[in-house]
């Protein structure tokens, strides 16, 4: 299990992967929340870290990686389904890759999901599917 400090670094995490390229949209914002409801996490909380990031906690367990990696795959989906274009997309692509990569997640894995993702519907990658990806890649 993930203490607190954890919980707060995996939205800061994601708060500044919706913001890496503008503002939070309003759908954003709403999956943000939800994942803050999910990890037990306030709205006072949530709302500080809007404004005040803080900094990165590495996760000790694999598992707790793959999950936080497959929130920022949704995330980026839904920045997608809302953006302009594809340079959107792309930078959006390489931001996911980078931030997979900083949770010491293999690059092969990461980019065997990034390439899949575009075959299927909306480009949601179904959870056992990612983690049988990454399963492969740790064994």
Do not use: W
């Not at 954890?6 to 994601?14: N, Q």
């Not at 708060?15 to 999956?31: L, P």
């Not at 999910?38 to 000790?60: A, W």
């Not at 990696?69 to 692509?93: K, P, S, W």
């Amino acid at each position: 299990m993930i203490n607190r400090v954890e919980k707060l670094s995996l939205l800061s995490e994601m708060i500044a992967f919706a913001k890496y390229d503008k503002d939070i949209r309003r759908i954003e914002y709403n999956f943000l929340l939800g994942v803050a409801k999910q990890l037990d996490i306030s709205r006072e909380d949530f709302e500080y870290l809007l404004e005040n990031p803080i900094s990165y906690t590495h996760l000790k367990s694999h598992s707790e990686r793959i999950v936080q990696f497959h929130r920022l795959v949704l995330l980026m989906n839904i920045e997608q389904q809302y953006g302009e274009g594809d340079e959107n997309n792309r930078a959006g692509v390489t931001k996911l890759y980078n931030f997979g990569l900083r949770m010491g997640l293999s690059h092969e894995s990461i980019a065997k999901v990034l390439y899949l993702m575009e075959s299927f519907p909306n480009k949601i990658v179904p959870p056992d599917v990612l983690i049988d990806i990454f399963k492969t890649q740790y064994n």
